[in-house]
């Protein structure tokens, strides 16, 4: 331990007190990882800071003894975007867990980072609730929500975080303290707000969440429609959608989800069925009714060889139970697997789901399917056995060509769990060293030294560099010599 | 209307449009066709640059309800094209003719519709600018669900092209309601007026829009339902008007209602103040209406109200409402435009973007 990280660890505990900074080596493993334990990097310390000043001044330490820093929530994002730095410190937000308003009449909660997903809409209940509803809701922080731009189950209709934070706090990597926006939408100016929700950390701490909430729905109704194939229901998702109908909830599961799933639950869900088709609407109980019935009619016309409908909280739960437990069933099906979360426009379905059988082919590796139809959000688990040598890179690879198909369809590397450390291989997919120079202007704006959480998002290293001054005309030009043009 | 004294130059194509701005010497506004260009500060650029060249719809992809626009796209132009598959951009600002896409995305500018789906920076899916250097970069892509990378398009929205030139952008469609209905309330006390507006913005029913107006001591909610049970709805809303003190009414035939709203939006010659309040500012703001003889029209659940002031005193108008967060639109001839708050990280994003200060 050399000066220098002696004065550093004094600053910390003078800022946050002693007994919230961690530095044993036992204690430090459990922030190691976040919830993809395929990445794991023991930090120098981590700090608990209580309130925004002790953010602030833990920042400062960090920025004056030039040492990077991740600020993380509950640490159940699944990119690895929350992953230690060696050399740096990690900040965990979780002590700060108050919710320091309630406005119903504004139909706005403020709260600090550490709040639960779940305590948002505890908190505004029973008349209203905060939509965007991750499956990791119980323990995920808002937080982490607003780094991550979380989306959920019910986005399709009720969208992502981006469009329910209407202001932020944030301590910036200098340790300057700066509002953006409040319980008023629309300040003037560039949309500096969102253009910070989704940034994964990289930008500046959020100490401080206003959030938009709304009432909830009068009615709520839940089916779940069995077919023969993914594709036959992904072709019912498409009629559903085109007649005008945007349900709550879309959600989809193929043959060897349903299977794991059902082991797992035992949710009643017929385990021969080559795809699982749950549906929700919600709204008003006068155009729920009828948008309803429609959709019974269509998964009818279909050919959907049972339909089920909820008839109480329930049987709603239990169709639930199954689709939320599909990924920890996975275990039922293989020791391991390597999850993806790739979007594709939803009408290039069949043909993405061609190219992903394809390659489970080639691997010889088995490949689950599990969807949030309706936005084309696609989470195929591609499923190994990491004991057998070569195999975990063999899923990797076959998981690397199902991107690429998503985004040659047209699609995206990550409709939720964001890049992080997992997917910045895959950006230069998407994005073309123009678009990536673009994105660094804003980082650096923010953060000039980039110690807010590096080595997440870009898919490689780049400086900031100096600010250029005010542009200034060449001599030649001011003597009329020469031109730009 | 060009500024006095500016080159007005309308590219063809978007390559050409960002080799023009990386060549251009002197100060840039960029702008679509014009038709908000008196919400611009006074200086005068040396260089008009109008995206109206890049008017192509790219892609229509009903299936998938997403479009690709090219920023100088009439939106009501995508509209027709939408409508025919059934389908809308959920955008509606007051539009007397030619506003493009690109310039209301740039103006951040909205209609009665954001109560239900948002505004522009939650319709546009994805963006490509030209960044004051001749740079081309897009962000976010053409899936309505999508994380990779920073939302360089929020920034971009509102930003009044001082960041870069929009030059194309991704949008997210939405079924047009086969059917629409609104509930009235009447009432002549700003009080009730804010009551039966908080009525409905915390009833469980799903309003297509909810706007409020004032003007010359009356004042009215209107709620719009929009579905297969629009009527249905609408007849709720009006009970709930009626229980909370107002007079009611249940109007079918409702666009005008509506066109009246967005026409409060906009003053030709006179002064309009957007304010960006809470839902509880109403009963304040309907007030400070009618001290100055100003119409108010506004997004009653949203907190979202412009005040309109044709004739009269605007600079008045503008003190009364200091402790608001607001922002002039149109604004008189001889009114100079409020310097912006400032803050520290739009200076420095300034300079990242466009560190020789040419768009203006």
Redesign the interface.
Known sequence: MDGGEVELLAELSAAVGAEHVVTHEHQLRTYESDGLLQYAVTPRAVVLPGSTVEVQAVVRACHRAGVPWVARGAGSGLSGGATPVSEGVLISLTRMRSIIEVD?????VVVEPGVTNIAVSQAVGP?HFYPPDPSSQIVCTIGGNVA??S?GAH??KY??T??YVTGLELV?PDG?L?Q?G??????????????F???EGTLAVATKIWLRIV????AVRTLVAFFGSPIQAGEVV?EI??????PGAIEMMDNLSIRAAEGYTNAGYPTAAGAALVVELD??S??C???FEQVVGICERAGADSIRVAADEAERELIWRARKAAFAAMGRIAPNYYVQDS?????RLAEVLGRIEQLGREFDLKIANVF?AG???LHPLVCYDGSVPGEAERAEECAGLIVRACVDA??????????GVD?KRY?PE???D??????Q??????DPDQRANPGK?MPTPRLCGE?????R?HPL?QAGLA??? | MATAGARRSAPASAAELAAELAAACGTVRVLGAGTKLGWAPDASPELELSTAGLDRIVEHNAGDLTAVLEAGVPLARAQEVFREAGQMLALDPPDAGGATVGGIVAANDSGPLRARYGGPRDLVVGMRVALADGTVAKSGGKVIKNVAGYDLAKLFTGSYGTLGAILEVSVRLHPLPPATATAVGHTHSPHLLAGGAATLSHARLEQLGLDARWAAGAGMVLGRFGGVAARAQAESAEQLLRDAGLEAELVADDEPLWQAQREGQRSPEGLVVRVSGLQTDLERLAGVAERHGATLVGRAGLGLYWLRLDDGDASALLSDLAGFVRLALDRPADMALEPPASNALLARLKERFDPAMKLV
């Open positions: 119903l009449a504004n139909q706005r008349d991550e731009n989306g986005c399709f969208g992502f981006t469009n910036l300057e700066v953006l409040g319980k008023e939408i629309d300040h003037p100016g560039p949309d500096l707000l969102g253009a929700v989704g940034s009432p909830k729905p009068e498409s959608v085109s007649g005008g109908i945007v709204g008003s006068a155009e009714e009828t948008r979007v594709i426009p939803r009408t949030h936005d084309g959000n047209g699609g995206s590397i990550t409709g939720e769990h964001g890049v997917k950006m998407m994005f073309s123009a678009d990536l120079g673009a994105f202007r804003l980082r650096c704006a923010f998002v600010v250029p001054g005010p542009y005309q030009e031109e730009r043009f």
